[in-house]
């Protein structure tokens, strides 16, 4: 038998550990550079992995989601930086530029007629009341919305990122 191929005959039973104790020195030399220190996997369960192959695991990225990595761009040049936020407010300089309108109509037997009852209203030069046209300003539009963060989260699926630090 060639000294780099392997029979699997007989295996230990399952329940026997799988970690550094049972493991001969070439197999951990094998694991550890297989997995050296600041290597990582991503898990698709809950499974418990602090102990994996008798080495240190610390959960990573634990409620955050992976950028690449890019050295020609200072927000995303430094492995391990962190940045964004679940939620956010926007500030008014965030807020897209838009104007809020009152619906209005003039008829002229009747007065002007607002959303929220009826006024009057003087008419600015040139207005042309006749024909029902005119533009008028109403102070009266009162703030709307919630002021409440929303959600930036990008569509996701939730994963366990292991990283080895010992």
């Not at 050296?36 to 898990?43: E, L, Q, T, V």
């Not at 003039?106 to 003087?122: C, E, I, L, R, V």
């Not at 930036?152 to 939730?158: A, E």
Request: hydrophobic share 30%; glycine share 8%.
């Amino acid at each position: 038998m060639n000294s780099y191929i392997y029979e699997f005959k007989d295996l230990p039973s399952t329940d026997i550990p799988y970690n550094a104790e049972t493991f001969t020195a070439m197999q951990m030399k094998i694991f550890d550079s297989i997995f050296p220190i600041g290597r990582g996997f991503i898990d698709f369960t809950n499974t418990d992995y602090s102990n994996y192959l008798g080495f240190t695991w610390e959960r990573e990225l634990v409620g955050l989601t992976p950028i690449g990595y890019n050295p020609d761009d200072e927000d995303f040049n430094t492995i391990g930086a962190t940045m964004g936020e679940k939620t956010h407010t926007l500030t008014i300089d965030e807020m897209p530029s838009h104007k809020h309108q009152v619906l209005m109509s003039y008829s002229p037997n009747s007065g002007h007629t607002h959303s929220n009852g009826t006024y009057s209203a003087s008419f600015s030069e040139g207005a042309n009341p006749s024909d029902g046209t005119y533009s008028s300003t109403d102070n009266r539009i009162s703030n709307t919305g919630g002021d409440q963060p929303h959600n930036i989260i990008q569509p996701s699926k939730v994963v366990a990122y292991w990283k080895r630090v010992a």
